[in-house]
């Protein structure tokens, strides 16, 4: 992706640090349950935050946040370059929203290493990226993209980046426009299927918003990104986590979509770059 440096106000870089209240310790066995819960996930604070916090209980150590070790030059670009990602996004919907009559307000985003505290709770890494929609801040550690590849085998891709934070990104739009607060409205008067059918929706809306990000943004594309977004898409599908992690799958517990779907409601965001097209909650009425 062709990128250059920009400034925001909104976006820190916390990595090289730890500390700062409470962190949490662990991982294995429950980075796994989370990652399995959590990938991209959309609502974090509702799904996730009850989870951490019953194991941050006897497990957490208070800390003052303090310098650890010097960012590599390779990190340093990374964090720019997710930095100009955050811009362009924000730049984008900034257009969208003005275009429909409405106004968009800037989230945050933050990159952090091993563990961070949110308004939603605390968090490892385990829990992959996330939207907290409580502080409206996109948290992010970079050193999740080489587990996509080396564990569920995305394609290795700065554009990967470029994908996750338009698709968490994606969820603050939904915050803005009330879609967010709509499906924990649902879910709370419904079954557990379709509690986890409109978590589907929501999360494939998320996709759709990434690509319509990418669409308005095609002259910053290079070679091989649209594929890169598609194989990260397909990486994190429910089903090619579930057959990887426990050799088959339970569609009755899907809560982020199929790679065919994803990648589906990427593309269609992609063709279309018309973010009124991202209906995905017409399939479960």
């Known amino acids: 992706m062709k990128w250059e ?50 194991f941050n209980q006897g497990q957490s150590t208070e800390n003052q946040e303090v310098v650890t070790r010097e960012l590599s030059e390779q990190e340093k670009t990374l964090g720019e370059f997710s930095k100009s990602v955050f811009v362009y996004n924000n730049e984008t919907w900034q257009q969208i929203f003005e275009e429909n009559g409405m106004t968009y307000k800037n989230p945050g985003m933050v990159l952090f290493d091993d563990a961070v505290n949110t308004a939603c709770g605390s968090a490892t890494s385990a829990a992959g990226p996330f ?11 970079l050193r999740f993209f080489e587990e996509l590849h080396t564990r569920f085998g995305a ?66 594309l290079e070679a091989g990104d649209i594929e ?15 057959s990887k992690m426990q050799g088959h799958v339970q569609p009755e517990t899907f809560t982020h979509g199929t790679s065919k779907q994803r990648v589906a409601w990427f593309m ?17 009425r």
């Not at 059918?197 to 996709?207: G, P, W």
């Open 5 to 54: 440096k920009k400034q925001s106000d909104d976006f820190e870089d916390r990595r090289g640090r730890s500390g700062g209240g409470k962190t949490l310790i662990g991982g294995g066995i429950l980075g796994i349950i989370v990652v399995l819960l959590s990938l991209f996930g959309g609502d974090f604070g509702k799904t996730v935050a009850p989870i951490l916090d019953q």
């Open 155 to 220: 394609e290795k891709g700065d554009f990967a980046i470029a994908y996750v934070i338009a698709h968490e990104i994606g969820h603050h739009v939904q915050h803005l426009l009330g879609t967010n607060a709509e499906v924990r409205r649902l879910q709370q008067q419904t079954g557990k299927t379709q509690a986890n059918k409109l978590s589907v929706a929501q999360e494939l809306q998320a996709d759709f918003y990434a690509g319509v990000w990418a669409s308005r943004n095609k002259n910053r």
């Open 131 to 141: 939207y907290c929609p409580a502080d409206e801040k996109v948290y992010m550690d």
């Open 228 to 242: 890169i977004a598609i194989s990260a898409a397909q990486a994190v599908g429910d089903d090619a986590i579930q």
């Open 268 to 284: 269609k965001g992609y063709n279309t770059g018309d973010f009124k097209q991202g209906d995905t909650f017409s399939e479960i």
